[in-house]
């Protein structure tokens, strides 16, 4: 796809462009990268794809950094004939990266995370499923997934293909890969937010052919050959929750997420199933417990979720 020189620039100043972070400079921070977007939007050349020509001693005086941080930036807007390689690589494999001047860019993820959104993200598969509605099924690997919950599992994906809603999971084993599994044989779409690994993942046998048949799109902050890790992981879930319309818990160990979600409201409905005791502490801070699941049951809880998104959507086609 093409970018505009402030895409480009986005990309320059965040993206790491080896999996082991061996760069001349590190990449900003989403954090790093508002400030410095905010000081070149307030300067003469009013954002930051005007500044791939200006030397450090120009970023210093116009945007009033310090010395170290303009020689970062410099050095970071002049990778791009390693950008370019990167890219050509990454395309090479179905892979290509979308950054918030971009178009095709997931606007919930702005309209739920506004300044904490990535500024890029590494994309596959089809990409108008991102703008549709999702219901996120989670759950941690290396726990059991009972014969109870893969029935609830089941409902929830026959449920998300009659309603229209994608299927959004984190892809490790377990709750997510069955997840994918049910939507190969019983129809739907998928979304697979990943924390790393992005490049094995996508040779899968099962995302392969959803991508194949245009029923899915892969995301991740990382690069495509990072490996998966327990801090990708949470910075993903922040992603998995915010891209949903009601997520469904299954299992966790606490500490990926699902309580910042519940207190910032980046997902308005969150349930946790009761069949794992190790939900408790989630359920006693607000996700909604559940058991046992019907597709009424479904259908009537769906009615709740598009009221919220007709509203959200209301509000920012207002702004």
């Not at 080896?18 to 990268?33: G, H, I, M, V, W």
């Not at 941080?69 to 890219?87: C, I, K, N």
């Amino acid at each position: 796809m093409g970018h505009t020189d402030d895409a480009y620039a986005a990309m320059l100043l965040t993206m790491a462009l080896s999996p082991n972070k061996e760069e001349y400079a590190r990449p900003l921070s989403t954090q790093e990268f508002r400030r410095f977007e905010a000081a070149a939007r307030a300067s003469r050349f009013r954002g930051i794809g005007k500044l791939l020509d200006v030397d450090i001693s120009g970023l210093m005086i116009y945007l009033g950094i310090s010395e170290a941080e303009a020689y970062r930036a410099f050095t970071l807007m002049h990778r791009g004939v390693q950008l370019s390689y990167a890219l050509e690589d990454f395309a090479s494999r179905g892979i290509d990266a979308v950054t918030r001047y971009d178009e095709e860019y997931p606007r919930r993820l702005e309209r739920k995370l506004k300044d904490a959104a990535p500024p890029f993200l590494y994309r596959c598969g089809n990409a108008e499923i991102l703008n549709g509605p999702a219901i996120a099924i989670a759950g941690i690997s290396g726990v059991r997934t009972t014969p109870e919950a893969r029935q609830i599992i089941a409902t929830l994906v026959d449920g998300a293909a009659r309603l229209g809603y994608a299927v959004i999971t984190g892809g490790e084993p377990g709750v997510a890969r069955l997840a994918a599994s049910l939507v190969v044989e019983r129809g739907g779409s998928l979304v697979d937010i990943l924390g790393g690994g992005m490049g094995e993942h996508l040779e899968g046998e099962t995302i392969a052919q959803l991508v194949g048949e245009g029923r899915a799109a892969v995301l991740s902050p990382e690069h495509p050959e990072a490996p998966f890790t327990v801090s990708h992981a949470i910075a993903r879930n922040k992603l998995l929750f915010a891209m949903a319309d009601a997520a469904f818990i299954f299992n966790t160990d606490g500490r990926r997420g699902e309580s910042d979600a519940l207190q910032n409201r980046t997902c308005d409905w969150i349930y946790a199933w009761t069949g794992y005791p190790g939900n408790q502490p989630l359920i006693a801070k607000g996700a909604v417990p559940f058991n046992g699941l019907t597709a009424a049951e479904l259908d009537d809880m769906s009615r709740h979720w598009s009221s919220s998104r007709a509203q959200q959507l209301n509000i920012f086609d207002m702004l």
